[in-house]
């Protein structure tokens, strides 16, 4: 995405943020995108996004109903608008089909200069949700590089003084989305996002492979 686009999507993710806060969480592409920029060694594999996702409150999507323009779509269970021509896309507490429930994704939400964001825990369980449902398209694709990012970021996160739950992330992960996480780990999207270095790609996959081992461990336990 042009970097003067996306300088002009952020602020508005701010203004919607503090409108609803604290009953609105970011996720999708631009919680990768936080997440991945504020992650030492990751920051430069991170991606601007052109739209922007977000999981919201029911006392929250009342209150943006009244303000915003908003389009139903059932087949996803969320509800669209657009502001400052960008798309942005409401999944609301209870009603969506999302696998990780609202409760859990507020409850474990982390902040990056005042907008609130899914942990990569959930992210990245969502993430596997909309890979499996996007299958090999471009959609797809960019999942699968999200769901690497993320996976990076968990290896960051040891680092930090809050390191990636595998437990809070196994919690919700289904027999489809571990399938689909091993998929990952032999995607050829590694060498896409090292830019064809063979030896960049290489570690990262072994990087993602550390990450990847311990939640086989919890998930064949659960």
């Known amino acids: 995405m042009d970097a003067a686009l996306f300088a002009k999507l952020l602020p ?11 009953g609105l969480v970011y996720i999708g592409g631009i919680a990768v995108y936080l997440h991945a ?59 969506s089909k999302l696998p990780v429930p609202y409760a859990n ?10 907008m609130l964001v899914a942990a990569p825990e959930h992210l990245i369980v969502l993430k596997l949700e909309a890979a499996i449902n996007r ?43 571990f399938e689909m996480l091993v998929e990952v780990m032999k995607s050829p999207e590694f060498a896409g996002l090292a830019l064809g270095n063979a030896q960049s790609a290489k570690r990262m996959r072994a990087t993602c492979a550390g990450v990847m081992s311990k939640i086989e461990a919890v998930f064949a336990a659960s």
């Open 12 to 22: 508005l993710c701010h203004e919607i943020g503090r409108l609803y806060e604290p």
């Open 105 to 114: 994704v507020a409850a474990y939400a982390q902040g990056y200069d005042g």
């Open 135 to 177: 299958g090999d398209s471009e959609h797809g694709r960019k999942d699968v590089k999200d769901i690497i990012r993320l996976l990076l970021v968990a290896a960051h996160s040891e680092k930090t003084g809050k390191p990636f739950d595998t437990n809070e992330a196994c919690a919700f992960m289904r027999q489809a989305h």
């Open 37 to 95: 920029v504020n992650a030492e060694g990751v920051r430069e594999l991170s991606e601007a996004t052109q739209d922007a996702d977000f999981y919201i409150s029911v006392a929250g999507f009342s209150d943006l109903r009244d303000i915003e323009e908003l389009s139903a779509n059932s087949r996803l269970s969320k509800h669209e608008f657009r502001k400052g021509g960008f798309s942005f896309a409401a999944y609301t507490e209870r009603h």
